[in-house]
């Protein structure tokens, strides 16, 4: 499936979520971290950064008020960049996100209230 198509997917998904709380799990090497954000908008974001590797160049930015479920900090600047710029995998449904990079794999869900 081209990357155009699975963009178009993600999209309609953020946008059936768009107003509702949701869970993002974010597992790298050994850590495991949760945010929970009332997802208020989402944006498809390219980005010109150093040519260092780390920071991605295309988001999917979700923007809402949210907080990491282990200490409760907020999140800065209202907002959560998931990267789609080294995306192997992704898969979409109602039910969730699934989105593997090279570095990280993400999970959304729907926590509907």
């Not at 090497?29 to 295309?58: C, M, N, R």
């Not at 570095?103 to 926590?111: D, E, G, H, S």
Request: charged share 30%; with cysteine.
């Amino acid at each position: 499936m081209c990357a155009a198509h699975k963009h178009n997917e993600l999209e309609r998904i953020l946008d059936q979520w768009v107003g509702h709380r949701i869970l993002i799990t974010k597992e790298e090497k050994d850590d495991i971290d949760q945010t929970v954000i009332d997802l208020k908008a989402y944006q498809h974001k390219v980005y010109e950064h150093s040519v260092d590797g780390y920071l991605p160049k295309a988001v999917y930015q979700l923007v809402g008020d949210g907080r990491t479920v282990d200490g409760g900090a907020p999140l800065p600047y209202d907002a959560f960049d998931i990267p789609v710029d080294d995306a192997r995998e992704l898969l979409c449904d109602p039910e969730g996100v699934f989105l593997r990079t090279d570095r990280a794999l993400y999970t959304l869900t729907p926590l509907y209230h």
